[in-house]
């Protein structure tokens, strides 16, 4: 029994008469309803009600329906199989295209960049050392190399980051 059997409405329905349906069916099989009744009937009720609200669930939610729907059969799969055709004359299918491997770096290149991003941290660090430091021992030159260091540190977590990215995508080209 699929989920709209459960709430007793068409798959094509819209979401205002599923919700109808559903509340209904809550209100009919909800087991405070039924709370005078025998055990069995209580059992059958609350079994009842997780699969009205199990059916809700699913149909309540768009993406949640479509998903259903395509698992049901009922919408075609959009990333189902397609072959790919060429657009214009002048275009290429890329299957019939070689494969280009990916140019690793060189070692040395490898560690730069693993070194590089540990720059902004260690100048963090620093930082904080040294205000700490300038503190304790009341000298504000050491204060002022400290917030030096981290305003470096700032800069280093935007400009490292983009090198590194920079470095990728040539990479890539």
């Known amino acids: 029994m699929n989920h709209y059997e459960v709430l007793g409405v068409a798959p094509d329905a819209p979401t205002p008469v599923i919700r109808a349906a559903f509340v209904a069916l809550a209100r009919r099989h909800h087991p405070d309803h039924h709370a005078n009744s025998s055990p069995a009937v209580q059992s059958d009720a609350e079994r009842r009600m997780r699969t009205i609200n199990d059916a809700w669930a699913v149909l309540s939610d768009a993406g949640r329906r479509t998903a259903y729907d395509r698992q049901l059969g009922l919408v075609p799969d959009p990333d ?36 590089a991003t540990l720059v902004p941290v260690g100048l963090f660090g620093i930082s904080v050392v040294a205000v700490m430091l300038g503190l304790l021992l009341a000298a504000p030159a050491l204060v002022g190399v400290g917030v030096v260091v981290f305003l470096l540190s700032c800069a280093s977590f935007v400009v490292v980051p983009l090198v590194v990215l920079s470095r990728a995508t040539r990479d890539e080209g």
């Open 80 to 115: 189902a199989f397609r072959p790919i055709e060429p657009d214009e004359p002048g275009d290429v299918d890329p299957r019939s295209q070689p494969d280009t491997p990916y140019r690793r770096a060189p070692e040395r290149e490898v560690r730069q960049t693993r070194l």
